[in-house]
Each structure stands twice: as C-alpha cells, then as structure tokens.
C-alpha cells in the first residue's frame, strides 16, 4: 500500500511539473531585428523596449529546468518502480539535465543585458560595438537551440521506451513519443546539413514535444487518480534488471 501511495506522489509531482514546464514554454521575448544587418541603434532600442520581457523570458527559463528535471526523475522513478533497474532512467534523467542546459544557456545570451540592468548600467551608456557584439551571440543561441532538439530527442525517445516497457504511460502516448523523436532527429539532421526540405520535420520534433508533456501530465494524473498502475502489491521494489 505504500508503494501504492508513493507510486500516486510521483505521478502528481511529474505532472504538475510537465504543466508548469508546459506554460513557461509560452514566455519568449519577441523577435529583434534581423542579426546580419541589425545596427546598434535598433539593438539599443529593442534591449531597451523589451526589457520587461527580456526579464520574464530569463526568468521563465530559470523554473523551466527544474520543472523539467523534477518531471524526469519522477518519471524515471515510477518506471524504476514498475521495472526495477535498467538502463532508461539514467537515460531519462541525463536527457532532462541536457534540455535544462538548452534552455538556461539560450535564456543566458539572449538577455543578456539584463546583468547590467541589474547592477544600474544604462544601455545609453554602453558602446556600439558591445551591443551589437551581444545581440550578434542570438545567433549562437539560435543554431544551438536547433541542435538541442537531440536532447528533446532523447528524452522523448528514453521516456516513451520506458513508459511503453513499464506500462507508465498509455502505449498510444508512447508510440507518439516516438514518432515525435524521429521527426526532430530527421529535422535536426537537415538543420546540421542545411537541407531545407528535411530541416522542417524540425518543426513537427518541437511542436510535437510542446504537446506531447501536457499530455503525458494529463495521462498520468488520470493513472493516478484511477489508481489503475500495475505497481508492485508489497512495499518492496522490483528488481528485475529490464532494458
């Protein structure tokens, strides 16, 4: 009955954080001028009449990557409790840590000028060149987003694994999950080799993977609410290796 009650915590935890995950996914800051030919007064006057969003977006991000790792590591550990131990909940977790890092590290460069906001520097005050220079690294944080969708890949691909061997999640969701991964390696793959036509499965990767975590949440609060799982009947885990 214990593993029962723990089996229920962890479910609501892992959706409430995919929900939370989910909503911060809508805080971006909006578009700037175009990089290439963008001249130091439009980056001044875009740092400066975004600023409150610029401010939200870094923030947004910031609770994003806990809310994604809080989802992985309950995820990882209902499919632990399910299976015992096997190679997809370090998999899991490792992929939740790297999408943490996506989203920190973009959050990082492209508000950057929030650090001087913070300690009173105006960006009146700051010369062409550095501005520039900062906006021009949005360009970094663009490609690299696109390569990072290798590590949206791999969570979808370990968790929908996990889930399907498990029993965690519905078989459809992960079957979607999975569909959803190879669309964004097959996109992320034209992005490197700047193939336009394949470059925009791309797209169905990130769009899928921004529907695919509310749905797992949903999924997983009707498990738990049902409590229809196949959790162990004894307080003791299962050890049975499983891959």
């Not at 980056?43 to 994003?64: D, G, I, K, M, Q």
């Amino acid at each position: 009955m214990q593993t029962i009650r723990s089996y229920s915590v962890l479910s609501r935890a892992a959706a409430l954080a995919a929900i939370v995950y989910f909503l911060l996914l809508f805080v971006v800051p909006p578009d700037g001028p175009a990089v290439e030919t963008a001249t130091a007064s439009q980056v001044r006057a875009y740092y400066t009449e975004n600023a409150s969003a610029l401010h939200a977006s870094a923030l947004a991000a910031a609770v994003a990557g806990p809310a994604i790792l809080i989802f992985c590591a309950c995820l990882a550990r209902l499919v632990t409790i399910r299976i015992g131990a096997s190679v997809w909940p370090p998999l899991i977790v490792a992929s939740g840590a790297l999408v943490a890092v996506w989203h920190w590290l973009t959050a990082a460069i492209d508000a950057n000028v929030s650090v001087q906001a913070l300690d009173g520097t105006s960006l009146t005050r700051v010369s062409d060149g550095a501005l520039t220079t900062w906006y021009a690294l949005t360009n970094v944080s663009h490609l690299w987003g696109d390569l990072a969708m290798v590590h949206v890949v791999m969570l979808m691909a370990a968790s929908s694994l996990a889930a399907r061997t498990s029993g965690v999640l519905p078989r459809w969701l992960c079957w979607a999950g999975l569909a959803l991964a190879m669309a964004g390696a097959i996109g992320t793959v034209g992005v490197a080799l700047a193939l336009g036509p394949l470059a925009y499965a791309w797209f169905a990767g990130l769009f899928g993977w921004t529907l695919w975590i509310p749905t797992c949440a949903v999924a997983l609060l009707i498990r738990a609410r049902r409590r229809d799982v196949g959790v162990p009947g004894s307080d003791q885990v299962a050890t049975t290796p499983a891959v």
